[in-house]
């Protein structure tokens, strides 16, 4: 028989795995529906991190609103028509030497060191999707894909947040803020499509 502590260990085992692999075909996989799936797939793993120190309510509006989130995402690219080509600025090869680099380094950084007598989960996890969105945003040269790194890395920046205070009001202002990004990431990926589609057209009539 498994004990409580065994229970815990694989079922922390497993969120950690969850989230490397969402945050895997993010970074690597060159496909807008890929990517805001995934985004979706990772506020679920994001929530049952967060179950260990808040409250199931609190873990289900994290959900809630990330979903909202990608879902404005979603219905942006449809409208924009987004594409899957020139997503990043670097190739397959390197985007795959920057996550196993940022991987080897938060799990180092996390078994290391001691942060606000975090446990090592929630300190692994808010870690790993900080860095990891800040490696989406880095490697994204389409606006949609940049907003996919930023909402990656506020997930994780909620999860330590959290962890740290336990006010009620701060954690739905970051919900809540979640979503303005993503209003915010949309209004600038129509502007740039238009942009396009104006100087298209410009070289039709030229």
């Not at 919900?175 to 100087?199: M, P, S």
């Amino acid at each position: 028989m498994f004990s409580s502590t065994d229970l815990q260990l694989f079922a922390s085992l497993g969120i950690f795995l969850g989230l490397i692999f969402f945050a895997a075909l993010i970074v690597l996989v060159s496909d807008w529906r890929v990517g805001l799936y995934a985004l979706t797939a990772h506020y679920a793993f994001a929530a049952f991190l967060l179950l260990q120190i808040t409250q199931p309510s609190a873990a289900l509006i994290r959900v809630i609103s990330g979903g909202l989130a990608a879902l404005i995402l979603y219905l942006t690219a449809r409208q924009t028509r987004a594409r899957n080509d020139n997503l990043f600025i670097s190739g397959f090869a390197f985007r795959l030497f920057a996550l196993a680099f940022v991987l080897v380094s938060i799990v180092g950084i996390a078994s290391s060191m001691t942060f606000l007598n975090l446990t090592p989960p929630i300190l692994f996890g808010g870690l790993f999707l900080i860095a990891m969105g800040a490696l989406i945003a880095i490697l994204s040269r389409e606006i949609l894909r940049l907003g996919v790194g930023i909402l990656i890395f506020t997930s994780g920046f909620c999860i330590l947040e959290t962890a740290t205070e336990s006010s009620l009001l701060l954690y739905g202002l970051l919900n809540v803020a979640d979503l303005l990004l993503a209003l915010v990431i949309a209004h600038l990926a129509k502007i740039a499509r238009e942009e396009e589609w104006i100087g298209a057209r410009r070289g039709e009539m030229q």
